[in-house]
């Protein structure tokens, strides 16, 4: 099993920043993927971003790019969402994800999930 924590939501206006982090326990891979999605209400949880753990390499939802950043720490186990530039559009859940294997943006083929962080940009 794999446990996924994540912290660093709030409340912030048009225009802040933010960073969530997810911490990451119990089972490892030789190769996983860890993911970011968000979920706003009435909405399918939709793709942000995404990160390969050994190889470095991530990709984002265009509705991000430019304003996110996925990054990891290997030391910590520990993924993050740099969120600058933020827009009311962005209010939701958000939840990181691992997959064994490589990046996907299919959320239903990942296999661990996060409790969720609430972010709430108000304009």
């Known amino acids: 099993q794999v446990q996924l924590v994540e912290s660093g939501g709030g409340l912030v206006h048009t225009g802040d920043s933010l960073r969530l982090s997810c911490a990451r326990s119990?089972?490892?891979?030789?190769?996983?993927?860890m993911g970011w999605f968000r979920q706003a209400p009435g909405k399918e949880r939709e793709f942000v971003a995404a990160?390969?753990?050994?190889?470095?390499?991530?990709i984002h939802a265009q509705a991000v790019k430019g304003r996110f950043t996925i990054s990891k720490d290997n030391a910590k186990n520990t993924g993050y969402l740099q969120m600058n530039s933020l827009k009311p559009e962005d209010t939701a859940a958000y939840y990181c994800?691992?997959?064994?294997?490589?990046?996907?943006?299919?959320?239903?083929?990942?296999?661990?999930w996060g409790q969720g962080t609430q972010v709430t940009v108000s304009s």
């Open positions: 119990g089972r490892t891979f030789s190769n996983y993927a």
């Open positions: 994800a691992v997959r064994s294997g490589s990046i996907i943006t299919s959320a239903h083929l990942y296999d661990y």
């Open positions: 990160i390969n753990w050994s190889a470095g390499t991530t």
